[in-house]
Nanobody, 120 residues
Framework: QVQLVESGGDLVQPGGSLRLSCVASGSIYSFRSMGWYRQAPGKERELVATVNSGFRTTYVDSVKGRFTISRDAAKNTMYLQMNSLKPEDTALYYC??????????????WGQGTQVTVSS
């Protein structure tokens, strides 16, 4: 079992910045990829950014140039640096990880979410 715990969500004014963190713990063997998703009220969950085991990153178009995803493999931690925040970035942000255990079994894990609110 792997546990994911997000932190860093807050209320911030438009144009502000936040850094989200996701710490993984438990029986960690290998993360194939990790990512951040978000879900705004009344909307479907949306993929925001991913980083794979080779540290290659992808972003949804709406956050390109403003958000940066990164991983510290030694600390089993993933980050999302969010700059130039907009009200439309308001959502519950979830950490996601595709984990492969020592037996080659793949499983996807989710964190509980951290709230980001962008408002003046």
């Amino acid at each position: 079992q792997v546990q994911l715990v997000e932190s860093g969500g807050d209320l911030v004014q438009p144009g502000g910045s936040l850094r989200l963190s996701c710490v993984a713990s438990g029986s960690i063997y290998s993360f194939r990829s990790m990512g951040w998703y978000r879900q705004a009220p009344g909307k479907e969950r949306e993929l925001v950014a991913t980083v794979n085991s080779g540290f290659r990153t992808t972003y949804v178009d709406s956050v390109k140039g403003r958000f940066t995803i990164s991983r510290d493999a030694a600390k089993n931690t993933m980050y999302l640096q969010m700059n130039s925040l907009k009200p439309e970035d308001t959502a519950l942000y979830y950490c996601n990880a595709d984990h492969r255990d020592i037996n080659g079994y793949d499983r996807t894990y989710w964190g509980q979410g951290t709230q980001v609110t962008v408002s003046s």
